[in-house]
């Protein structure tokens, strides 16, 4: 946002759209507003609406611009057009040295190459994560990919996703490891003496009960897989007594339906709905451990000292695997079933997977995104 600040020696813009991005771009956005001789443009696509709103509120940034596309229904190309018109104003009209984006959406994509066409600079936060497969996940593997031959920062979380940049030619000059603004997004949020809105959540007793966090949505799950994991999670809570299920359920009616047929009978079955950030971030402070086919949860989870089963065929955060916070499951029932019974029943597995090291960095990437900033882009 804008302040006086003195001398403006740089003008950032950051773009993003939906609520992963807002989470992992708002650290950024507060450490700009900080830096004496930066101004701070913020700009929102909205490609989703409630749901990033509520994290505009949780982090108090007002976007000076709102493009406001998302509609009912919207196709992956109707973002992408009204997004690309949208920010060719707006970038024309504040002409910023560098435009900031962050991840894998088809809002990075197109803010990407909104810049691209105004010849304005492009920083990818989070760049270099891959999957090696340009369908899964879809579309997000080609948003990366293709941001990456845009972008002239590339800011890398971690070491392996350097070399994943360095392989595919990029100059290492441009490649910056800097950790996951995820973690610095946790340092707001999560509160040891945090209180539900949602008084179900109050009322489970996440000291003598063993609560497993489920999410799933992706486009690529949704059927046969979902079906699968949804009935060996169901499965598991009939065989434990002391093991509840919290299912934060998707907007998506097709989940909602395979939901509603396998998980919806069984009264230790916690099915909500979605939750905002700040609770969302604070409920899996609490659990057992978390079940889920999402990105960045495969990122929060090890920070909080979450065992991580990953319910997906691939993932482009390979690191929670290799440290050993996470494990990639896939989505056989047999497979996700097996992992569980084996975390529920041996304590010393669990512990191992509990107090693996996060490989995912120190809660300081944000400093060392804007610093790399400054020390390219001051006149």
């Known amino acids: ?24 771009m708002a650290p950024i956005v507060k450490e700009l507003e900080k830096r004496k001789g930066i101004e701070s443009v913020v700009c929102i696509t909205a490609q989703h609406r409630e749901m990033l709103d509520q994290v505009l509120n949780l982090f108090e940034i007002s976007p000076d611009y709102d493009l406001n596309i998302f509609s009912k229904g919207q196709t992956l190309t109707e973002i992408t057009t009204r997004a690309l018109l949208g920010l060719e104003e707006v970038i024309e009209k504040e002409k910023p040295d560098v435009l900031l984006v962050q ?12 810049a691209f066409y105004q010849k304005t600079k492009i920083g990818h936060v989070e760049a270099g994560l891959r999957s090696g497969n340009l369908y899964s996940p879809y579309p997000e593997e080609a948003n990366r990919k293709l941001t990456g031959i845009l972008t002239d920062f590339h800011f890398a979380p971690t070491e392996r996703n350097r070399q994943n940049l360095l392989r595919e030619d990029y100059s290492d000059s441009k490649i910056f490891i800097t950790g996951n603004t995820v973690i610095d997004a946790l340092k707001y949020s999560v509160k040891e003496d945090y209180t ?10 996440y000291n003598k009960k063993r ?3 489920l999410t799933s949505h992706r486009r690529e799950n949704i059927g046969e897989p979902m079906k699968n994991i949804f009935t060996a999670v169901r499965d598991i809570v009939e065989k434990y007594e002391d093991v509840e299920l919290v299912f934060p359920i998707h907007l998506n009616p097709k989940v909602r339906d395979i939901a ?30 978390v079940v889920t086919d999402s990105g960045g949860l495969q990122e929060e989870a090890p920070t909080l000292g979450k065992p991580v089963l990953v319910v997906r065929e691939e993932t ?3 690191e929670g ?33 509990a107090h693996a090291v996060n490989p995912y960095g120190d809660g300081n990437a944000s400093e060392r995104i804007v610093d790399v900033i400054e020390e390219n882009l001051k006149l």
Not at 325 to 342: F, I, N, P, Q, R
């Open 316 to 318: 482009e955060r390979p």
């Open 260 to 289: 509603k047929t396998i998980l919806g009978k069984n009264d230790r079955i916690h099915i909500i709905e979605p939750l905002d950030y700040e609770p969302f971030t604070n409920l899996m402070a609490k659990v057992h451990l």
């Open 103 to 114: 991840g894998d959406t088809t809002t990075v994509f197109s803010g990407a190459l909104a």
């Open 1 to 24: 946002m804008k302040k006086d600040k003195g001398v403006i020696e740089i003008k950032v813009m950051t773009v993003f759209g939906t609520r992963p991005e807002g989470i992992k």
């Open 196 to 205: 539900f809105e949602l008084e179900k959540l109050n009322q489970l007793d």
């Open 211 to 213: 609560v497993i966090l």
């Open 321 to 353: 695997i290799e440290s050993g916070t996470a494990k990639l499951v896939g989505t056989s029932y047999e497979k996700l079933y097996k992992e569980l019974d084996t975390l529920l029943s041996d304590q010393a597995e669990y512990e191992k997977m």
